[in-house]
């Protein structure tokens, strides 16, 4: 549960992390967004916070932060964009 696990590259133009377990062979992306300051460990260029740069408002706090996981996860389940 709450485990993203790929056997061999994880590759991805934009890859948004919250707070989840995820394990990976090698890491190919572009951008990294995440709120967990230990992966600038894998990938020192890693944005730490800045998601208000990239997803809808309505998933967001006033500063920022993630917070609307469960509306975000709604979302991308159904097929349905939540970058701006």
């Not at 590759?11 to 967990?36: C, M, N, P």
């Not at 460990?41 to 998933?59: C, M, R, T, Y």
């Amino acid at each position: 549960m709450d485990t993203l696990g790929v056997g061999g590259r994880l590759s991805a133009k934009l890859f948004i992390e919250e707070g989840h377990q995820v394990e990976f062979g090698t890491l190919s992306v572009d951008t990294l967004l995440t709120d967990d300051e230990t992966w600038r460990e894998v990938k020192p260029e890693a944005i730490v916070g800045g998601f208000d740069a990239v997803l809808q408002s309505h998933f967001l706090t006033e500063d920022g932060q993630l917070v609307h996981s469960e509306a975000l996860h709604r979302e991308l389940k159904a097929g349905r964009s939540v970058l701006r």
